[in-house]
């Protein structure tokens, strides 16, 4: 089972970061969780350039999606909506359909008391008009900085929510498989 992860912060020292890192460390194998490296390396969105000369970052971007089984994605909150960079990679995603029907589990980690529910709100939103199956539950990290330290989370009462938002990913994408007909080992 393969999940491919999308921060919405470049940060060095992102709380974003750090709930995907820990994810990571929770998945066994045959699981596999690969974060994208880097959304800032997508050029912004131009429909022209789309249509006329995709750029090699964005279809290698396009295939991993496609590959994956489903996603997880951990967003911070800009004046009341995801950032701009994981935005710009949403938007280089529409045209390519890859994530239509895909398992898609949320998480946002804030230093804010709201732990970022409205980038989540309007996170859901968008993936929903895109086609993806986005969990009806979600990863909310309020005050997180006091819950992760040397990058990862810490707390761990947010290490079991964590747990069982992959868990219910894991249900969603063993569904899908098992309506394709493809095993779930």
């Known amino acids: 089972m393969k999940i491919l992860a999308l921060c919405g912060s470049l940060r060095s020292e992102s709380l ?10 929770l998945f066994v194998p045959p699981w596999e969780l690969t974060i994208e490296p880097d959304l800032g390396r997508l050029p912004f969105f131009n429909a022209d350039v789309e249509e006329t000369a995709l750029p090699e ?3 290698e971007l396009r295939a991993r999606v ?3 089984d489903g996603m997880l994605i951990a967003t911070p909150e800009y004046a009341h909506g995801t950032s701009g960079v994981l935005k710009n990679a949403l938007e280089w995603l529409v045209g390519g359909g890859e994530i239509a029907a895909k ?5 946002s980690a804030s230093p804010a008391i709201t732990g970022g ?9 968008t993936l929903t008009v895109m086609g993806a199956s986005v969990l ?3 990863l909310r990290i309020p005050q997180a900085t006091r819950k992760v330290r040397d990058g990862h989370i810490t707390d761990e009462p947010t290490l079991k929510e964590l747990r069982e ?5 894991a249900v969603a994408v063993a569904g899908i498989r098992e309506k394709e007909g493809t ?3």
């Open 16 to 25: 974003n970061a750090a709930v995907l890192r820990s994810a990571a460390d």
């Open 57 to 59: 970052i964005v279809a």
């Open 66 to 68: 496609g590959a994956s």
């Open 103 to 107: 398992p898609v589990a949320l998480a």
């Open 117 to 125: 529910d409205r980038a989540r709100a309007w996170l859901t939103e």
């Open 136 to 138: 009806p539950d979600s």
């Open 165 to 169: 938002l992959l868990d219910d990913l």
């Open 183 to 185: 095993p779930t080992a």
